[in-house]
């Protein structure tokens, strides 16, 4: 575990120095997953979940913007309806962002660890090798 911790702080080092408090205070909160069990046991329900009920309680969450604006509006004075009307729109960013700061993090550790080297030259000679056998085989069945 030390060394994930370690890694990840050599990772926050490389972030512009004005974002790395904000990328470490998203990283603090507890990332949002679907419970392992119900994966395991439902494979599907991974994909409904992201393909039909987050859309809908995205959507559902707007109507509710649109319909708390007007009644905060009556009911509150100034500040407090717009804060209270904000609150669902901030907590959905907020998750959001935490959700793709971990996939950023993730895909760049992946592209740190493979550090591929591409010889163009070989690759090159390796495709025309391949061609020339693609030929000889297509001469072959005439």
Known sequence: MQDGHKELERIILQIPPIYRHAVKLLLKLPEPAIPFFLVRKFPAFEGIFYGILMPLFIF?????????FPVTSLALGFPLN???TLL????ILI????????????FWRAA???QAEWKISKTASELKE???KQQRSDRSKC
């Open 82 to 84: 717009i804060l209270i």
């Open 112 to 114: 740190q660890e493979s």
């Open 95 to 106: 998750i959001f962002v935490r959700v793709q700061l971990q996939r950023t993090i993730d």
């Open 60 to 68: 559902a969450s707007g109507i509710l913007t649109l319909w708390l």
């Open 88 to 91: 669902i729109p901030t907590t």
């Open 130 to 132: 391949l061609f020339k």
